[in-house]
Nanobody, 117 residues
């Protein structure tokens, strides 16, 4: 079992910044991939960014150049630095962990990000 706890969400004006954190605990194995997804009201959950235990990153086109994902493998933490936020970035941001080659993956409860125009 893996537990994921997100923090750092909030209300911010367009153009502002937020930093999300995800603390992972439990049976963490490498290699793995951790990531951030978001879900806006009435929309499907979508990938925001992922990072492997080796440091390879992947971003949704909509956030490239504005968001940066990083991780601390010793502390089992993943971060999402979000800059130049837009109202369309609003949603619940969820942390995900997946051990490569294994099922299931795990989800946190999410943290709300609201960007006002």
């Amino acid at each position: 079992q893996v537990q994921l706890v997100e923090s750092g969400g909030g209300l911010v004006q367009a153009g502002g910044s937020l930093r999300l954190s995800c603390a992972a605990s439990g049976r963490i194995f490498s290699p793995n991939v951790m990531g951030w997804y978001r879900q806006a009201p009435g929309k499907q959950r979508e990938l925001v960014a992922t990072i492997t235990s080796g440091g390879s990153t992947n971003y949704a086109d909509s956030v490239k150049g504005r968001f940066t994902i990083s991780r601390d493998n010793v502390k089992n933490m993943v971060y999402l630095q979000m800059n130049s936020l837009k109202p369309e970035d609003t949603g619940v941001y969820l942390c995900n962990y997946k051990r490569l080659g294994f099922m299931p993956d795990y989800w946190g409860q999410g943290t709300q990000v609201t960007v006002s125009s």
